[in-house]
């Protein structure tokens, strides 16, 4: 019996030990390997277990890194103190997304949970912001982030379909204020001008409405079963998005809010499309994970990369 005493005794300091060493010695800072210089085209490289890749409209690698990112682990009982340990995330990134200066990129990031992902900041400098202990601070696996600026960033959280975008400062990791709070917001995007446009519920019905800087609305399609993702031009005068309509059509459709006019601009399957910074071209996701860039004035396509979540720097 003293020996069973002994020995759990024994086993618990060490626990203890290796948990305060864990604390000490490892910081909870990520860590960066490679050189984040932000250049051009961003998008994820899944066949290198997600590398961020930077890469010139030739499709010329110029730059790639990987994130190591420490989270915590709760170990047992309630989850505080020593039994809160840390893991390690490494090169589980799904998404990227440039702020509306270039200044910073953010992105995504998953863990050990099906269907979530967690926000991360990448700054300009090379500093990264994750605020791992906020455990409320992820989204669903096909919801996007906005970078506001080099702090902050615009994030859907919450159950649906009481959820809501929330600006939060990555760096001081709070929630500043609700940035729009309606019904089962899902996809969005926000321009340079302020503007909102959003996949949201209205009367039980899936729609996409564009709302200006004072909430007005002042575009609203509900012909459209589904929006995949939406993304405003670096000026903020047109609005790309993916439709699926009745099982028949799967293309990309770009708005302008100038002419008041919409068209098809690609037929084939999209899953996600990025503006140039002078409007003239997108970057794209096509089937079989092909990075794309369409010239919206002739319509012509060049592969450029393999890979996905491609974002065009302003």
């Not at 009982?77 to 998404?95: A, E, H, M, Y």
């Not at 770009?254 to 006019?261: I, L, P, R, S, Y």
Request: glycine share 6%; proline share 4%; with cysteine.
């Amino acid at each position: 019996m003293k020996k069973t005493i002994k020995y759990f005794f024994i086993a618990f300091l060490f626990f203890v030990i290796s948990s305060i060493a864990i604390k000490i010695i490892i910081p909870y800072d990520p860590i960066i390997i490679g050189n984040p210089e932000l250049n051009d085209i961003a998008f994820v490289n899944d066949s290198r277990n997600s590398h961020i890749i930077f890469s010139d409209v030739q499709g010329n690698n110029e730059s790639s890194l990987d994130v190591i990112i420490p989270v915590p682990m709760n170990m047992g009982f309630s989850g505080k103190g020593l039994t809160r340990i840390k893991n390690f995330v490494f090169n589980n990134i799904s998404d990227v997304y440039w702020e509306i200066d270039g200044d910073a990129l953010g992105f995504l990031f998953s863990t050990y949970y099906p269907n979530v992902r967690f926000p991360a900041l990448l700054t300009e400098e090379g500093t990264i912001y994750v605020c791992i202990n906020d455990s409320i601070l992820n989204t669903n696996y096909s919801y996007p982030i906005q970078v506001y600026d080099d702090k902050r960033i615009i994030i859907n959280i919450g159950s649906y379909p009481e959820n809501s975008l929330i600006l939060y400062n990555m760096k001081e990791c709070k929630n500043e204020s609700v940035f729009y709070d309606g019904n089962g917001e899902q996809v969005f995007a926000v321009s340079s001008k302020g503007w909102l446009a959003i996949n949201e519920e209205i009367d039980n019905e899936m729609m996409l409405n564009v709302y200006d800087n004072n909430r007005n609305l002042v575009f609203s399609d509900n012909q459209i079963d589904y929006y995949d993702f939406l993304a405003w031009s670096k000026d903020g005068n047109k609005l790309i998005y993916r439709v699926y309509k009745h099982k028949k059509e799967d293309y990309l459709y770009m708005h302008d809010f100038v002419t008041n006019e919409s068209k098809k601009v690609a037929e084939d399957i999209i899953f996600k499309a990025s503006f140039s910074p002078d409007g003239n071209k997108i970057v794209m996701e096509k089937i079989g994970k092909e990075i794309v860039i369409l010239d919206l004035i002739t319509l012509q396509e060049t592969n450029i990369a393999k890979g996905s979540n491609p974002d065009w720097r302003p």
